[in-house]
């Protein structure tokens, strides 16, 4: 069965150091999002992109938060510097089209990043 | 207000009963609606979806949805321990953009 996939896992890093997570969403799949889940609260959007368009991104803290899906298949998202309240869970997920069709997102195991 | 809202719980129920998770939006204009199910430390997936007013089933769920009250829920019937998770609202926006609620945490007790 096709899946997300996403990297790291996990990822322990020092408040003002730079972290970096990678996915590649289910072959196929034009619409690609990332989002952040604290802890005991739903997940929030960061961007979404369209093929390699972003299409929403105005939740995504452009300071110091980056986003890109060159060729249109896999992505990346970069945070620097890490600060305290970075600490998250980060989900990427996909779908055929956009959520406003179907809502029906398939998600990664997602990566859990502490900073300290 | 937040714009997808839900009690956070936990919701306890005992084996076999109905469970009865709610959640309210603020976005009149919403057309879509879904629940998720969360396990604990794991990534959310779909378990539901509704469109239109009124009471959607599959299987042992329940979704149903009320526009004039801007009201969604979701029945689980026959609950089992197995259920036990965390139950996600999410509600596209007139604009398109799905916003999820903050979730209802459930525990289904033998």
């Known amino acids: 069965e096709a899946e997300v996939a996403q990297s790291p896992r996990y990822k322990i890093t020092e408040k003002s150091q730079a972290v970096a997570f990678w996915c590649d969403p289910i072959?196929?799949?034009?619409?690609l999002y990332w989002y952040r889940q604290i802890l005991g609260q739903g997940p929030e959007l960061l961007v979404q992109?369209?093929?390699?368009?972003?299409?929403?991104d105005s939740q995504l803290p452009k300071d110091r938060f980056s986003a890109e899906r060159l060729k249109g298949v896999d992505s990346t998202l970069k945070i620097q510097p890490a600060e305290l309240g970075d600490s998250a869970m980060y989900l990427c997920?996909?779908?055929?089209?956009?959520?406003?069709?179907?809502?029906?997102?398939?998600f990664g195991e997602g990566s859990r990043l502490t900073v300290l | 207000q937040k714009e997808v809202e839900q009690n956070s719980g936990p919701l306890s129920v005992p084996e076999g009963a109905i469970a009865s998770l709610n959640c309210t939006y603020s976005?009149?204009?919403?057309?879509?609606f879904f629940w998720y199910r969360q396990y604990s430390g794991k990534s959310p997936e779909l378990i539901m979806f509704?469109?239109?007013?009124g009471d959607k089933e599959d299987g042992r769920f329940t979704a149903q949805l009320n526009k004039a009250s801007q009201y969604v829920s979701l029945l689980i019937r026959d609950s089992q321990p197995s259920d036990s998770a965390t139950y996600l609202c999410?509600?596209?926006?007139?604009?398109?953009?799905?916003?999820f609620g903050q979730g209802t945490t459930l525990q289904v007790k033998p």
């Open positions: 992109f369209q093929d390699e368009s972003v299409v929403d």
């Open positions: 072959s196929g799949h034009a619409t």
């Open positions: 999410a509600v596209t926006r007139s604009t398109g953009k799905l916003i």
């Open positions: 997920a996909s779908s055929p089209q956009g959520a406003q069709n179907t809502g029906e997102l398939f």
């Open positions: 509704i469109y239109s007013n």
């Open positions: 976005d009149r204009g919403s057309q879509s």
